[in-house]
């Protein structure tokens, strides 16, 4: 039976598709996406990151059946590296060998099973078989994990049409692009279906015999290609590997070079900031030194002064001692000068008394003198007077109270008057 061919006229709206539904192949005319997610890797080793990126480059420089070289190489010796397995099927996918591509792609969905790119590779590859009832299930579960890919959901609608889900495909359609190209879509979608594409193209159909044989050709091209250029990929393949070890060493080296001097570098900062910390300490240690001083010789200043005051109030308690004293024995003097003055003015007063008293005596004397008959006038001669003839002793003389030999003139009638200091 004869390989399905698409209608001429479809070309342009099936570019359209596969632009927008299909949205697969990062590598030139492949219709499988391609496995390079760095978010969803985890990489066991550096050897397959090495050889899967080698195989990316060689890809991108259209160097395919080098790139299929190493991808071979990654997924004989590292087994559960996904992005290899991917990009393995594409490659087959480009080659026409379906059953290959979906083999590789169901090893990968057992190690993965929720990853949307292989969901979705593997839809591609079941409808392009024809399978779109084994696709879709695939592309909605793509659209499921990542809800943001319109790929997905344009894929999911690209098989609802091949199943004639008319209606359905259309709607899924709008929420990706606009519903015109929605409609042209489905238009093309429609040319593809089997019944349709089978009469529109049937004069264009291959024999079965001579498909066969080109089929052949081809894959024999393929495999002398494939062998001629085994041994420079893997030659290329053991340098690249060479090269990237050398310069995973070199930046080893530098690694541990910077890693040196940052050590040293930190050492000598630590050792700069101990320094400083000492120094710091040792100026804090002085400056607490000359506060010490500082302060013990301000004590030593206050207790002088506290001293010099101490000596100063009892130098002033001193004066006010004597100057109490002093005026102590002012006042005592003064009082035994008052007491001296009062007994003076007592002698005065008794020696007046007696004055006056002798005078009386006298004039009584002369008056009974002249009263007495026939009596001659006595003659002016000292008498006895009253006080004398009763025992008294006459009265000294008048003198000056404040004067010298004031206890001599007093005699025996002058009390005795002894000064004691008051206190």
Not at 209 to 225: H, K, M
Not at 327 to 348: H, K
Not at 362 to 373: I, S
Request: proline share 5%; charged share 25%.
């Amino acid at each position: 039976m004869g390989r399905l061919r698409f209608a001429p006229t479809c070309s342009a709206a099936l570019t359209a598709i596969t632009l927008l539904a299909a949205g697969c192949a990062t590598m030139p005319g492949a219709g499988v996406e391609a496995g390079s997610r760095p978010a969803d890797v985890h990489y066991q080793d550096p050897t397959a990151k090495t050889l899967y990126a080698m195989s990316r480059v060689l890809q991108s420089q259209g160097k395919l059946p080098q790139a299929e070289i190493v991808l071979l190489r990654l997924v004989k010796e590292y087994g559960d590296f996904v992005p290899s397995y991917s990009d393995l099927a594409g490659l087959r996918v480009q080659q026409g060998r379906l059953d290959e591509a979906l083999a590789l792609l169901e090893a990968a969905a057992k190690m993965a099973p929720n990853d949307p790119v292989i969901l979705n590779n593997r839809g591609i590859c079941l409808l392009m078989k024809g399978n779109a009832e084994g696709a879709l299930p695939c592309f909605e579960k793509a659209a499921a994990r990542n809800p943001q890919s319109a790929k997905y959901r344009a894929n999911a609608a690209l098989a609802l049409g091949m199943l004639r889900r008319d209606e359905e495909s259309l709607e899924l359609y709008k929420e990706v692009v606009p519903v015109a190209e929605g409609r042209q879509n489905l238009e093309v979608i429609r040319s593809l279906r089997p019944d349709t594409a089978g009469q529109a193209d049937a004069s264009a159909e291959v024999p079965e015999p001579v498909a066969a044989q080109q089929e052949a050709e081809r894959l024999a091209a393929e495999d002398a290609a494939r062998v001629a250029t085994q041994q420079e990929a893997e030659r290329l393949a053991a340098e690249e590997a060479a090269r990237v070890a050398a310069q995973q060493e070199a930046e080893r080296l530098a690694a541990e070079e910077a890693a040196r001097v940052a050590a040293q570098q930190e050492a000598e900062r630590v050792a700069a900031e101990e320094a400083a910390r000492v120094a710091a300490q040792q100026e804090t240690e002085r400056l607490a030194a000359e506060e010490a001083a500082r302060v013990a010789a301000h004590q030593e200043a206050e207790r002088v002064a506290a001293e010099e005051a101490a000596r100063v109030a009892a130098q002033q308690e001193a004066e006010r001692l004597a100057a109490e004293e002093a005026a102590r024995v002012a006042a005592q003097q003064e009082a035994a000068r008052l007491a001296a003055r009062q007994v003076a003015q007592e002698l005065a007063a008794q020696d007046a008394a007696a004055r006056q008293a002798k005078e009386g005596a006298a004039g009584e004397d002369a008056e009974k003198k002249k009263t007495e008959p026939g009596g001659a006038a006595a003659p002016d001669s000292p008498k006895p007077n009253a006080a004398a003839a009763e025992g008294v002793p006459a009265a000294p003389a008048a003198t000056d109270d404040t004067g010298p030999g004031l206890g001599e003139k007093a005699g025996a009638s002058m009390a005795v008057v002894d000064v004691q200091p008051l206190g």
